[in-house]
């Protein structure tokens, strides 16, 4: 953000401990069902018992794969590509129980229409994203990945599969024809910033990116170019 010595500037924090309370009250279900109900669609595609599946989320890992979903999900619905799709308007088939695929607390996976690659590419034509090089050097198996370019931080990674395709039945019956995608967010822009402070840092602890970060940069971020990130759970002490 520009600061001017003349102009006032407001700056909205978000301040949170290190080990935060995930709380879904506003997250369940029924909600999700009422105020996402993309969200509930995209996470009942392909399987019979996604209340249960969803609800066991918020227990897992203490809530963090949960949480990760939501930042995902909600980030991902606030970026418009030239189709004037958002990537979520597209096919999706979550893996649940692939070991290949595992869901973790900084990604998942699922079957998404092929069709949405030449519409990031051409997003990253227009500079939107931008193409991320050998992606399966931090990402196994990858074969294209593009990153947003809107904010400074925590930038949506949309990550391909290519070798991975499938052809599924859509809800209305009809089929398409799909790659594994992985999308995760990571907190920093630059690509040495992420290496050194995020990627390294995380090799040698063994850790992963955190959602509660993710959250909060996010939606500093957000309010600085005037949208609201709000991934529906909160967090207390």
Known sequence: MHIDPVKPAAVDLMLIPQDAVLNFSGASWRTLN???PRFAEILSTGIDNAETRYSDLMELSEGLLLACLLNLF???SQITLPSNNSPLD???QPVWDDPQFPMAQDRFFAYVDEAIIPDVVQAAKLGAFAEKKDPGLLHHGATLSYKQTQFDVCNVQLTFHQGNAKTLKKP?????DCVVIEPDIDYYKD???HFF???????????LTDPRAVYVLKWMAGRQAGSDFNPLYTMTL
């Open 197 to 207: 402070l995020e990627v390294v840092p995380n090799k040698l602890t063994k850790g």
């Open 172 to 176: 209305d019956g009809s089929s398409v």
């Open 90 to 92: 597209y096919f999706w």
């Open 191 to 193: 690509l040495l910033a």
């Open 34 to 36: 009422s105020v996402r």
């Open 74 to 76: 909600t980030a991902m």
